[in-house]
């Protein structure tokens, strides 16, 4: 079966983000190291751009646009780590951009979305749809919709994290990872770091990690078909979807091995060892993948074991808040 992307797809898109992007660091901790008994490479996106790997995915995609398609501009909609991905990577490559935002999402997002020169389109979440208005939009002003997860050129620019990655155990003379662990959201980042993965490292297992309330995936890829899913009650506001993506599901049903789930209490946890150890601040949804390790969740002990740490965008009063009073 050919996938939404190849291996090739991810090389050129890390050509375009070469001259952009961060080439984010590879750290070990001996810490983590002793708790796990594997040895545990942390590729760390919450020092990417915009504070997570979202840049790399944004950024591709826009960077492909043809001359009427840049003149016209990008649309979108989140109030994420997305909508902030594609307003910077709008002005780097000096086209518009407008970010359909819930008029109730934090003054502080709004804000720096509208600090990067996006146009912020407010909507009310209870009764309007986000992806209707985003069509419209297109439709109406010829922009062109780049959603958070399901699209080629997002899937692939994420797939960058993984590559650089692989490319950094190498350079530290080890050998090739056996595990690969990767938050799951919608699934973009997961897709684009398992395709390469399987390329470079064939023989690496690919984990995804979804937070315990929102096991869509989980489910999915046990059933067979896309599952959807109520807004689920977590702390891992990155990994709150409702669905896979069609293209998404696509890879991750050829190439994902496996997905585990971890408890918001997990997750705190994997905050405090970030912050207490790393010296790192990591948003709930980007210790995702790390809490699936450091919490036993799997045993990878003598193995190899890249992890992705996929944002670091938090209030620090709430960053303080949910480490002072953890959720049970
Ligand atoms: C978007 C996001 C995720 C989930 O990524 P998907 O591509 O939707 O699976 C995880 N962590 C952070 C920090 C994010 O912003």
Not at 97 to 124: E, N, Q, S, W
Not at 254 to 259: G, I, N
Not at 300 to 328: Q, T
């Amino acid at each position: 079966m050919t996938l939404p992307i190849d291996f090739a797809d991810i090389q050129a898109a890390a050509q375009r983000l070469r001259p952009v992007a961060h080439r984010t660091p590879t750290l070990r901790s001996r810490t983590a190291d002793e708790r796990t008994g594997a040895k545990v490479f942390f590729k760390c996106e919450n020092l990417q751009r915009i504070g997570a790997f979202k840049f790399r995915g944004a950024y591709n995609a826009l960077a492909r646009f043809s001359p009427a398609q840049r003149e016209a501009g990008a649309v979108t909609f989140s109030s994420g780590n997305h909508a902030q991905a594609v307003a910077l990577s709008a002005r780097l490559l000096g086209m518009p951009a407008t970010i359909i935002m819930p008029g109730d999402a934090p003054a502080m997002k709004i804000a720096a979305t509208r600090g990067y020169g996006a146009d912020i389109v407010l909507y009310d979440r209870r009764l309007e749809d986000r992806e209707a208005i985003g069509r419209q939009l297109a439709h109406e002003r010829g922009m062109t919709l780049i959603p958070p997860y399901d699209h080629a050129d997002v899937m692939a620019g994420q797939g960058t994290a993984a590559l650089e990655l692989i490319e950094d155990v190498a350079a530290m003379g080890e050998g090739p990872l056996d595990a690969l662990l990767v938050c799951v959201g919608g699934g973009g980042l997961i897709s684009g770091c398992a395709v390469a993965a399987r390329h470079l490292t064939p023989g690496c297992r690919v984990i995804g990690v979804e937070p315990q309330a929102g096991n869509d995936v989980q489910q999915s890829l046990a059933l067979g078909r896309i599952v959807n899913i109520a807004l689920p009650d977590t702390i891992a506001d990155g990994a709150q979807t409702l669905h896979a993506g069609e293209l998404t599901f696509a890879v991750m049903r050829e190439c994902v091995d496996e997905v585990l789930t971890v408890s918001d209490a997990q997750l705190v946890a994997t905050m405090r060892f970030f912050g207490e150890r790393m010296k790192l601040v990591v948003e709930p949804t980007g210790c995702l993948a790390a809490a699936a390790l450091l919490e036993g969740v799997t045993r990878l002990a003598g193995r190899r074991v890249g992890v992705i740490v996929s944002g670091g965008n938090i209030d620090l009063a709430r960053y303080g808040e949910l480490l002072s009073h953890p959720p049970a």
